[in-house]
């Protein structure tokens, strides 16, 4: 093979491996941050009124919008919250949800928080809920992934 052939064919390699490369760096980046996150706003007296949404995943927003949060007491000191969640889309839908926990000072409360997955059907609001692991919670977020395609994300 002469020398031309080789260098031709060593810049090809290099090239492919580059494109690998990068292509391998925007799947872990396109992978990042995947979740949509809810939190509770809070009026004066602390009770729920409403709730903000980050959703960097536009078309899991879609099938699963937070529509409504309620939190109540049980066992006369650990909070319990419920969830509504409307799908706008036209099939059934599914997805993964889990709670985090914290306390007054924003630290995290509990282990491990296990996902669970869900069920929608078209243009159906459900209710997802779950008790604080504590009497220490103060505060929740709610996770909220697309159990089919977790890496469908950013901007339309």
């Keep these: ?36 996150t809810v939190r509770p706003n809070r009026a004066a007296d602390g009770a729920i009124s409403g709730v903000s949404q980050s959703a960097p995943n536009w078309w899991l927003e879609s099938k699963a919008n937070v529509v409504d949060a309620r939190e109540s007491v049980v066992n006369s000191d650990t909070k319990k919250v419920q969830v509504s969640i409307f799908s706008s889309q036209t099939q059934q839908q599914r997805f ?3 709670f985090e926990w914290f306390d ?4 995290k409360v509990g282990g491990m928080d296990s996902w669970e997955s869900v069920m ?3 243009q159906q ?8 692991p504590s009497p220490k919670v103060s505060d929740w977020i709610l996770q909220i992934s697309d159990t089919n395609y977790p890496w469908y994300s950013s901007a339309p």
């Design 104 to 107: 007054k000072d924003g630290m």
């Design 120 to 122: 929608i059907l078209p």
């Design 1 to 36: 093979m002469n020398s031309q052939k080789k260098t031709f064919l060593a810049r090809s390699v290099r090239s492919l491996m580059m494109i690998a490369v990068a292509l391998g760096a925007f799947a872990l980046l396109g992978g990042c941050n995947l979740t949509n």
């Design 96 to 98: 993964s949800y889990k």
């Design 125 to 132: 609001t459900i209710v997802v809920g779950a008790t604080a």
